[in-house]
């Protein structure tokens, strides 16, 4: 083989490596979005039970607060 053959298919197998590892790199990203995606909705789940349960513990007051019983 010519020695420019040799170079072209050198530089083809780099290449084929180069992408293999971008695919590896690409689904380990997408795995780590998916997984951090149900976590924010998990916690955002969370937070709004969370506001619901502080609203409903709240009193309801319908006049401003009476001063302490210092002032």
Known sequence: M???LVEVLR????????IAHQDQMSA???EVITA???KISAL???V???REEVQNSAPQRDGP???PPHY
């Not at 530089?11 to 180069?18: F, G, I, P, Q, Y």
């Open 28 to 30: 380990e990203l997408n």
């Open 48 to 50: 709004a039970h969370l």
């Open 36 to 38: 951090q995606w149900l």
């Open 11 to 18: 530089r083809l197998d780099d290449l084929e490596v180069r």
């Open 65 to 67: 607060e009476p001063p």
């Open 2 to 4: 010519s020695d420019k």
């Open 44 to 46: 955002e789940r969370q």
